[in-house]
């Protein structure tokens, strides 16, 4: 096993301490919790926004904590789900006595730990709307999910979201815009490698020299078919196709186009990757209105990519364009 | 070979389609030429600021044109010199009347292509001056350069002289400023694995699954020695001594840190470095006081990291806090 850390169980303990180090003016680390939380929080009369999973998927969510986001990350151990006390300390963190918004990609582990926090949260008087992202038309059922996988439009979703609840909105009308952006968007990824799970020592699952994985989860789980090597064209569409249809998208129709880098696939491929999925996409009269090129929801070191789509209406384009300030986006200040 | 690409040879021209087709607001690409030259330009009475280098070390440099930053870069092949016209095209097409500066990482065909093209520029009544970087600590001669190799630096650079730049200086005065910035920065970096240049189709060099290479340089080229794999906290220290002491820094200075990322290794694993980087200065009496974590001068998907050290005054704070608007660098904007 080749990487950059020191032992297996100390991973996401020093992963954090690195941010708190190199983020101090956004962000503060409370390692007895295990958390992220915006440096200024709680914001009295701001909703708060949290957010939270396994680590491994990084810049998500920890680098996404500050101005116009999330005002909390939650990180579990690699590829596994925090637990719902992690999940408490984070609401009570950022209540400002508007109520907090629970953000939860839809991992069984997930889903059931973040009930169990907004549950323990309202007996503590503190209101909780949950959102439950599942934008992944891979497959319908997965290792880990029933429904569909909460993937890429988490991202694009924390900034939407985190841009509204900047405004002072309340609580109701943040978790109705998280729905609606969730609504409005899909994904698709695929893998050319495995990754490692540090305190596995091995790949999570083997590819032979010249296949691939179409439809694969962020943790390695298997998606819709192994196949062979393909160029990046022909990859592009067997990922941009189906969200294209499962979206219903139409000729006129504006997206934000966002192609992830599953982690160690180079920038230089993810471009070559967006200029297919701008040509397919010209050639449906569908407009590129807003993009994001880059590492944003990753599987370590999984080389591939996975394309998200958002249907753009005047209120998300306001949000997203709104200003931000976190580790991993920033604009507007 | 497992890349998102179509035909090796149209690695670069599909890549630059990309960014284009990502980034119109920003930037357009002259696929003639093969230069990105920022949007907006000339602009008039204002320094030009142009850099380039063989392909592969995206977002290098790329990625950094736009407002605060790169007026234009001119990728090559990759890991390969553009040519002196492609220099030449960018430097005419971002002359707006005072002149250009170049920014030529030190590479033997990078500073001889350079050179040439400054050459004509000057027959074509264009101002120029060159600053080439070399802040590699790692060995005195490479493979391909004379003298310290160019790294990490010139990504601080490009945005510090950037600022100073768009505020209207002359070009003596930003020429100055780069020749500072980079007097005072030193870099050294390190490998876990190999990277596949497309054209090549195989892994550069070859390292055993218990070994790693310290002090290599952004193509693959050899560094230092080659040793027995270790933990990230004795890595860090492997690079960041010799980056201290040749710097000479000192107890109470201040610095910018800067962990990269070699395109292959997960964010996670560079935030484990940062850590162990901020406990190495922290021990110093060294602070800590701007920071960038992340892949910004890659080499295609190597796994491995480089540690660049700047020291840092309120001339090159100034401006490395000045607005930005790139693809790979925003603030302020």
């Not at 698709?188 to 989860?217: H, N, Q, R």
Request: hydrophobic letters at 45%.
């Amino acid at each position: 096993m080749k990487k950059l850390i020191n032992k297996p169980e100390d991973v996401v303990k020093e992963a954090l301490a690195g941010m708190q180090a190199a983020h101090p003016d956004l962000l503060r680390v409370d390692f007895e919790q295990q958390i992220i939380v915006r440096k200024d929080a709680p914001k009295q009369g701001k909703v708060g926004v949290i957010s939270g999973g396994g680590s491994g998927h990084e810049p998500m969510h920890g680098g996404f904590v500050g101005m116009g986001m999330l005002d909390a990350a939650c990180p579990g151990a690699v590829f596994t789900s925090p637990v719902p006390d992690q999940m408490l300390a984070a609401t009570q963190a950022v209540n400002g006595g508007a109520g907090v918004l629970h953000i939860v990609k839809n991992y069984t582990g997930d889903v059931l730990n973040f009930e169990m926090a907004a549950e323990l949260a309202a007996a503590d008087g503190i209101q909780v709307e949950s959102v439950v992202t599942n934008d992944d038309v891979a497959v319908q059922d997965s290792l880990y999910t029933a429904g569909r996988r909460g993937v890429g439009v988490t991202v694009l979703l924390e900034k939407i979201v985190g841009g509204l609840a900047e405004t002072g909105a309340p609580l109701d009308q943040v978790a109705t815009l998280a729905r609606n952006v969730n609504s409005q968007g899909r994904s698709m990824g695929m893998a050319l490698t495995s990754c490692i799970v540090p305190a596995a020592g091995k790949p999570t699952f083997e590819l032979g020299e010249d296949e691939m994985e179409i439809g694969i989860g962020i943790h390695g789980e298997p998606g819709r078919r192994r196949v062979k090597l393909a160029p990046a064209a022909e990859i592009t569409e067997m990922l941009a196709i189906p969200v294209i249809e499962d979206l219903g998208l139409k000729s006129g129709e504006q997206v934000l186009a966002f192609v992830n880098g599953m982690g160690g696939t180079p920038l230089i491929e993810l471009y070559i990757v967006f200029d297919a999925l701008h040509r397919i996409l010209h050639g449906r009269q569908i407009t590129i209105a807003r993009s994001l090129v880059g590492n944003y929801i990753t599987s370590l070191e999984m080389a591939g990519c996975s394309i998200t789509l958002l249907r753009l209406n005047d209120e998300f384009m306001k949000y997203w364009d709104a200003p931000v300030h976190t580790p991993a986006l920033r604009w507007g200040v």
